[in-house]
């Protein structure tokens, strides 16, 4: 006799939107594994067996919106850079729960325990990618790799868009058009004018 498993009502993406949800409206230590369960109206033994652990919800979720941002912007960086600069606050607008939690939180804020290794691992690629991309743009456009060049770089492509619109998310408002003025401004005189 076949015995077929139950259907699966909620998605591990559901948990993780929903677990987003109130680490953006209430921070990170509101969120437990009886609470998200709770608020879905799913049983507790859903999320865990999704998650093991609320550190290893909260990292993947991390992961989840890290991933979906570096995706854009690295592929914005190998086009313009100009354009990889803007990416922040584009992106910002569309995605406001991720950008809240990006720009607002560090990593070492959700999680209190060790990454488990394969997310771990997943977080080294990203960063590395990320390095890559900023130090192949930095040679490319200054002629050479240097610390001034690099900084410059991640100056005007990273810092400079992070710094333009955190107040706004602080203030759970989407940057206004002046911020996409005022980033392509500081670009081109941190870029000398590369459009």
Request: charged share 25%.
């Amino acid at each position: 006799m076949f015995v077929m498993g139950r259907k699966a009502h909620f998605k591990r993406d559901e948990f993780m939107d929903a677990a987003l949800r109130v680490v953006v409206e209430r921070g990170p230590g509101a969120l437990t594994i009886a609470a998200l369960a709770s608020g879905m109206k799913a049983p507790i033994g859903s999320v865990y067996h999704r998650f093991p652990s609320r550190d290893v919800l909260l990292a993947e979720m991390w992961i989840r919106v890290v991933e979906s941002f570096q995706q854009g912007f690295l592929a914005a960086l190998a086009c313009n850079g100009l354009l990889a600069s803007l990416y922040t606050v584009n992106w910002v607008r569309e995605h406001p729960n991720e950008g809240r939690l990006l720009l607002l939180y560090r990593r070492e804020d959700l999680l209190s325990g060790d990454w488990p290794d394969h997310l771990r691992d997943q977080i080294v690629r990203l960063s590395q990618e990320l390095d890559s991309g900023i130090r192949s743009f930095a040679e490319k456009r200054f002629g050479s790799l240097t610390k001034e060049t690099l900084r410059r770089a991640t100056f005007a492509l990273v810092d400079v868009p992070l710094a333009a619109v955190r107040p706004h998310l602080q203030e759970g408002q989407p940057p206004p058009g002046i911020v996409d003025e005022l980033i392509r401004e500081t670009y081109l005189a941190i870029i000398r004018g590369d459009k």
